[in-house]
Structures are given as C-alpha cells and as structure tokens.
C-alpha cells in the first residue's frame, strides 16, 4: 500500500497504479477547480466527443470550470445541461488531479456519475455525445455499442475510468509535458479510497 500522494491528491489512499518517464512532479501556482460528468445506464456510459478548444477529437465526460459563487456539484449540474441537454441526480466518484507544462494552473477535477437523466440527449456545440458499452468482451453481441475509446481519450484515462465504471472511489495526478510537439503523460499516479 502507497501512503505517498502526488502534491495536489489528498485523501487515505492505496495505490492502483503509477507510471511515467518523469522523475518529478511539475511545479503549478494555482490550482482552478473543474468538473467532469459520466452518466451510466445498464452497461453502458455516455461520453462526448469534443468538439472545440483543448482536447477536440477526445471523448470526455461532460463538464467545466466552476464558476464564482457556484458549487462544484452546482457546476456538473449546469455542464451537463450546457453540454448534453440532460439533467441528472449526480454523486461524487472521484477526484482527478492534472497538470502540464502548457500552463502553471493545476486543475483539480470532481469527477461525478448520475443515473436516470431527464431531457432528450442533444448534440452541442461542444459535444457530440454517444454511448459506450462497458459490457465483458466474452458476453458482447452483434447488436452492442462499441466498447469504450480509450486510443481516442486522454491518454491516462483508462487507469482511472475502470474505477468508475466499477463504482470505486479513486483519487489521482497525471501530468503531461510536451514531447516531440505532442503533450504526452510524463508522470501518473492513481489510487483508491479506503474506508
Ligand atoms: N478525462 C480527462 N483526462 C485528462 O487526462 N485530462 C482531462 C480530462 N478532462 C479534462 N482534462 C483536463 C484537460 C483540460 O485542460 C482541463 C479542463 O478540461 P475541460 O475539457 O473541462 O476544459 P474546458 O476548456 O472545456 O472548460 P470550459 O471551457 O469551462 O468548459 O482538464
């Protein structure tokens, strides 16, 4: 077990997994707090593909900046309606924590699942939103939705989504530095929270 946190992930925590080919951490100044919403129904997840700004052509939740005066929870609430048109009871699932060498503000991410939306899902101007299966591969049939995609995600996502997925409260950092022109990870660390 792992009692060693990443600066910036709090929480009683046990490792799940780490990586990267960065010795160190990277330095943030501030820390601006985020939002990131997946909504589930039977074996399957709903994710968006972006649009525009930072991270078009990725699937992600749907989410943002909380904005003064709001509530993180009050801040997922209003993003998904912004983004997906939908409105769902939402809980918290976990907290990720990112940094890149692009900018010195750290971004601290609550990350939210919801059942049982209401509203029709709608195509933003944002995000495309579609759905995933999560189902085992052994029990796949002709008829399902595609598996969830990962090599057209954030590049640490699948060390964390299968926490979610699996109803496991998790916590984490990646970091990501420019390498050869592209942003890649250069350093993560994930981990669950124990009781
Ligand atoms: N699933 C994810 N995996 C990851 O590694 N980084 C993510 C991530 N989702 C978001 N990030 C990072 C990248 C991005 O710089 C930052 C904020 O992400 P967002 O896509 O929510 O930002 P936006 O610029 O769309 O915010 P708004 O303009 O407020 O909607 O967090």
């Not at 525009?52 to 052509?57: L, S, V, Y």
């Not at 029990?139 to 060390?159: N, R, V």
């Amino acid at each position: 077990m792992s009692t060693s946190n990443p600066p910036g992930v709090e929480g009683h925590l046990e490792e799940v997994s780490r990586g990267g080919n960065s010795a160190e951490w990277l330095p943030y100044s501030q820390v601006k707090q985020y939002t990131n919403t997946f909504i589930f129904r039977d074996h399957e997840i709903l994710l968006g593909l972006k649009k525009r700004g930072f991270g078009t052509g990725k699937y992600n939740g749907f989410g943002g900046k909380v904005e003064p005066g709001e509530s993180s929870l009050q801040a997922a609430t209003r993003e998904l309606e912004e983004e997906a048109g939908i409105r769902a009871a939402l809980e918290l699932a976990g907290v990720f924590f990112f940094v890149s060498d692009k900018e010195d503000k750290a971004f601290h991410i609550d990350i939210y699942r919801g059942e049982n939306f209401t509203g029709l899902i709608t195509e933003t101007d944002e995000m495309r939103p579609q759905w995933f299966s999560f189902r085992e591969a052994h029990i796949q049939t002709p008829e399902q939705l595609p598996p969830i995609p990962f090599h057209q995600m954030w590049e640490t996502d699948p060390y964390w989504i299968p926490l979610l997925v699996n109803r496991q409260p998790f916590a984490g950092r990646a970091d990501f530095r420019t390498q050869g022109g592209k942003l890649l990870p250069s350093k993560w660390w994930f981990g669950t929270v124990l009781p």
